[in-house]
């Protein structure tokens, strides 16, 4: 599979959104009075199993980034002298 910009995007994205949820989940459930102990450790257990897998995510998304970039398929893929002339390239009439 190619690593492309896009794809290290999706990652980074879906890491970036488990944190911000989770960041906020436990912290509002550690302020709130009405939950038990039991409640607070079952689900600080499941955010840093989450928060885990969302750093691992971000890494993962920060590397394929990085090769994305650096990689000689995605700077030879569009030399700028090929984008600056397709719209110029006329197909051959059929008949």
């Known amino acids: 599979m190619r690593t492309t910009r896009g794809r290290?995007?999706?990652?980074?994205?879906?890491?970036?959104?488990?944190?911000?949820i989770w960041v906020?989940?436990?912290w509002n459930i550690a302020s709130d009075p009405a939950h038990s102990l039991g409640f607070k450790?079952?689900?600080s257990a499941?955010?840093?199993?989450?928060?885990?897998?969302?750093v691992a995510l971000?890494?993962?998304g920060l590397r394929m980034r990085h090769e994305a970039k650096s990689s000689?398929?995605?700077r030879d893929a569009h030399p700028p002298e090929a984008r600056e002339t397709t719209h110029?390239?006329?197909a051959t009439p059929l008949a």
């Not at 499941?46 to 969302?54: D, E, G, N, P, Y």
């Open 46 to 54: 499941l955010a840093l199993v989450s928060v885990a897998f969302a």
């Open 72 to 74: 000689p398929e995605a």
């Open 41 to 43: 450790l079952v689900h």
């Open 88 to 90: 110029l390239k006329r």
């Open 24 to 26: 906020t989940r436990i």
């Open 58 to 60: 971000g890494i993962i």
């Open 8 to 20: 290290a995007a999706v990652l980074l994205a879906a890491s970036a959104w488990t944190l911000w």
